[in-house]
């Protein structure tokens, strides 16, 4: 028998926000089918055995944005999603030994912070409930279509918030980080979150948004928290993979699409790479929006001006992820001793620091690379051995800041020397590496596109620093709420609202713009909410004397129960 090649809804791309749309228009009724171009389904968000015998997240590598209520209505955990939260969440080291852990009971992560810089355990407390308060405020916003830019400020408005808004959207994530923190080192550390995939540094404005809006993930109910997938990332693809299908939606690997098919203004269907032809009434993209709209789409079905201003999407800004296989754990400068350890447990930052960020920035800007750079590590194993032998361990690094076109050459060419240069890096915090690297592998910008899909390299596929691509200009005025000027032709993937990150959002979002219009309710914003507004614990801790009790009682092991209550989210 032949293949069906007539569908309600086709999907370019088996992201993780293809397999979320997917999931929801299957559930609804409509036959769907995803077209994922690789091999595998997940895009950044999957496991490869990227060296022979161990299993890697290849590109994200941490659960913590995606958003509950999809784990939960697309039942990931029935369909194989476990996922496990280390002890240690963060970890903070320097060259001279000197370091902290971010630990997930708050006493111990102040008394950490206290030990490091004397007074910032109550400033990071301070900061830590600005940080909830942004979370609460705009929690609702990611679930829901987008909002003009006039009608966001107006949520902090409503609640008296405007100086919220300055801190966490407008202005630089270095701004942000010396109005609360004194340590000029922590400030280091924690500005690494402000340069995610950034065309710029700490004090870019708009890189406070990109630390704001990473910080709303969260995992047990505690905002911030984040966790391990056991088997990577690619398990919580595989598991909306496995949702999906058993929903009735079709999944085809190896299936590239090379255009979407428009007949009178309206998406009809794609053809793939191979000639095949699909047809389908609605065609959904989960590719990044400058293909999707300049590659995927023959230039004659956009008006110029949208033509115009999907080529200038800004891409800019990306970051490379270097896998080590070791077969001995870093011994770590100041603990002396490779022996496992809670050094070993959370998201590592090595060596932060504003000025290094700010040289980086500035050879960013020039194409090349800076001598030296900040660096995350994660050892994925320590938290689930499943994914090597016993005898191994695997590393993953994380730099930032990085330019896709080189001034000089191509990254190809500079790839295996630059990597040399960065595990020199790593060898002044681990000087034990040096002898225990067994394997490696490097994914750069230009891997990120030529292999991920990623235009540019963006790993949010459009940039996220500064609002004039954000909310409903993203990625661009005309595509705004997932719909495109080509009538059935949508946007699902992280270049829409509300942006990168495996949030799943843009892939819910996207199936609820769609079935509403086909309800008829083209014109009904589709918003998702959950109690909200300021508890009284916020208010408390809004005044100064409200602080200073409340970072005695944090810093108390003996009540741990009443802090747990105030890093909850409210759900
Ligand atoms: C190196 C790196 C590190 C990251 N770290 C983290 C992290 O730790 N935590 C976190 O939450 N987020 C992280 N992110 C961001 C996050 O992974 C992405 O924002 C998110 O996975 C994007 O998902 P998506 O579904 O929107 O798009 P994508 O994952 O980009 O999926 C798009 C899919 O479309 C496919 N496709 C493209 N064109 C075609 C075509 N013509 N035909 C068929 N298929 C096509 C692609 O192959 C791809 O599978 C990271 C990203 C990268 C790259």
């Excluded at 111990?108 to 942004?134: V, W």
């Excluded at 690094?397 to 500079?414: I, R």
Aim: glycine share 10%; proline share 3%; hydrophobic share 40%.
């Amino acid at each position: 028998m032949g293949r069906t090649n007539k569908y309600d809804v086709a999907i370019v791309g088996a992201g993780h926000n293809g397999l979320v749309c997917a999931n929801y228009l299957a559930r609804a009724g409509l036959s769907t089918v995803v077209l994922e171009a690789r091999h595998v389904v997940g895009g950044a968000c999957v496991s490869e055995e990227l060296i022979p015998g161990s299993t890697w997240s290849s590109c994200s590598f941490v659960q913590g944005m995606l958003r509950p209520e999809i784990i939960d209505d697309l039942e990931l955990a029935k369909y194989g999603l476990v996922s496990k939260s280390p002890d240690v969440q963060g970890f903070a080291l320097w060259d001279d030994g000197d370091h902290y852990f971010i630990h997930k009971d708050l006493d111990r992560t102040l008394a950490s912070i206290e030990k490091h810089s004397k007074g910032d355990g109550e400033n990071f407390l301070r900061f830590a409930q600005r940080m909830k308060r942004f979370g609460d405020i705009t929690r609702d916003v990611l679930l829901s279509e987008p909002l003009s830019r006039s009608e966001f400020i107006k949520l902090f408005e409503d609640e008296g918030e405007q100086e919220l808004l300055q801190e966490f959207v407008f202005s630089s994530s270095l701004e942000l980080t010396q109005k609360y923190i004194k340590s000029e080192r922590m400030r280091g550390h924690m500005n690494f979150l402000g340069m995610v995939s950034t065309w710029g540094s700490p004090s870019t404005p708009g890189t406070s948004y990109v630390y704001g809006y990473h910080s709303q993930g969260e995992f047990e109910k505690v905002l911030g928290r984040w966790a391990l997938p056991v088997g990577g990332m690619g398990a919580i693809t595989r598991a909306l993979a496995a949702s999906a299908v058993s929903h009735g939606a079709v999944i085809r690997t190896e299936a590239a699409v090379d255009k979407v098919l428009v007949w009178g203004g309206a998406a009809v269907g794609v053809v793939l790479k191979s000639g095949e032809e699909i047809e389908a009434d609605l065609v959904v993209s989960n590719a990044d929006p400058k293909r999707s709209l300049t590659k995927l789409l023959d230039r004659k079905h956009l008006p110029d001006r949208v033509l115009k201003a999907a080529a200038a999407i800004d891409q800019r800004g990306s970051m490379a992820r270097i896998h080590l296989l070791i077969d001995q754990l870093p011994g770590y400068v100041g603990f002396g001793s490779s022996k496992q350890g809670p050094e070993h447990e959370g998201h590592a930052i090595l060596g932060g620091n504003v000025e290094l960020y700010e040289k980086a920035w500035e050879a960013q800007r020039r194409g090349i690379f800076a001598d030296e750079y900040v660096i995350e590590a994660l050892i994925h194993s320590v938290t689930d051995p499943s994914v090597c032998n016993n005898r191994h361990h695997t590393l993953a690094l994380g730099v930032q800041q990085l330019p896709y076109e080189l001034a000089d050459g191509t990254w190809d060419v500079h790839k295996e020397a630059w990597v040399d240069s960065v595990c020199e890096m790593l060898f002044r915090y681990a000087p034990n590496l040096r002898n225990h690297i067994v394997a490696r592998n490097v994914i750069t910008p230009l891997d990120l596109e030529k292999n991920y899909g990623l235009t540019g390299g963006n790993i949010f596929q459009a940039s996220m620093v500064g609002m004039q691509q954000l909310l409903d200009a993203r990625p661009l005025w005309a595509a705004g709420h997932y719909r495109t000027p080509v009538a059935n032709y949508y946007l699902c993937g992280s270049g829409s609202h509300p942006g990168g990150g495996v949030t799943g959002a843009p892939g819910h979002n996207a199936a609820m713009r769609i079935l509403a219009d086909l309800r008829g309710d083209m014109n009904v914003r589709q918003v998702r909410t959950r109690a909200g507004g300021k508890t009284l614990i916020d208010s408390i801790m809004d005044t100064g004397i409200g602080q200073k009790v409340g970072f005695q009682v944090a810093k108390s092991r003996g009540l741990r129960a009443i802090t747990k209550r105030f890093s909850k989210t409210k759900r």
